[in-house]
């Protein structure tokens, strides 16, 4: 079992950053690949990032590549995005992920644990 609990969402500008946290509990989590998505009102959840279990391999939505940087500290048990050049487009409610195992997926499917989620809002 892993529990998550996202934090560090909120209001910000266009053009500025903002960096959401993921804290972990649970003894496998340094085993577990992590992700984060994301859903806007009356849209489907939709992959942002993802990191591998060990943080060596990452993946990134197209919407958002070369502006999200998806990191992990396992020691800590914590995910991070930093999210840097907002548009009003990212506004949504950010989710953390945990897969079943070492699979670095894209899809909601294969993430069998979910936070809460945290509102990020993005002004033009």
């Known amino acids: 079992q892993v529990q998550l609990v996202e934090s560090g969402g909120g209001l910000g500008q266009a053009g500025g950053s903002l960096r959401l946290s993921c804290a972990a509990s649970g003894r496998t989590f340094s085993r577990n690949a992590m992700g984060w998505f994301r859903q806007a009102p009356g849209k489907e959840r939709e992959f942002v990032a993802a990191?591998?279990?060990?943080?060596?391999?990452?993946y990134y939505s197209y919407s958002v590549k070369d502006r999200f940087t998806v990191s992990r500290d396992n020691a800590k048990n914590t995910v991070l995005l930093q999210m840097n050049s907002l548009e009003p487009d990212d506004t949504a409610v950010y989710y953390c992920a945990a897969a079943v195992g070492i699979v670095v997926g894209r899809t909601t499917n294969e993430y069998a644990y979910w936070g809460q989620g945290t509102q990020v809002t993005v002004s033009s």
């Open positions: 990191i591998s279990s060990s943080g060596d391999i990452t």
